[in-house]
């Protein structure tokens, strides 16, 4: 189980947008997420009239490490690290390792 999960609110720990607080918006591999807002970069893109895109440059967000992330706790307003437990009926659940509360409800 995936302690970082798509669509999940994490901050960034560390970097030059450290403090950034965004969603995730791609599991890029085992390691890499991208997060929306944080990691910006310009790209020159050239254009390519068979797929529509116009040449210029753009700015797009690139994978961040996992490590540099964390899972935003509401309750703390903190970034905090996350476990994995099972259940009585036999469900594996994450949870926060500050206050044990339960992530996926």
């Avoid at 918006?25 to 893109?45: F, P, R, S, T």
């Amino acid at each position: 189980m995936r302690k970082i999960r798509k669509g999940d609110d994490v901050l960034v720990l560390t970097g030059r947008d450290k403090g950034k607080r965004g969603t995730v918006l791609k599991i890029v591999d085992a390691e890499h997420v991208v997060v929306e807002g944080a990691n910006k970069v310009k790209k020159h893109q050239r254009p390519n009239p068979m797929k529509g895109i116009t040449g210029g440059i753009i700015e797009k967000e690139m994978p961040l490490h996992i490590s540099n992330v964390g899972l935003f706790n509401p309750g703390t307003k903190k970034a905090d690290r996350v476990g994995v437990k099972v259940l009585e009926d036999g469900r594996r659940v994450r949870y926060f390792k500050s206050n044990r509360e339960v992530v996926d409800a």
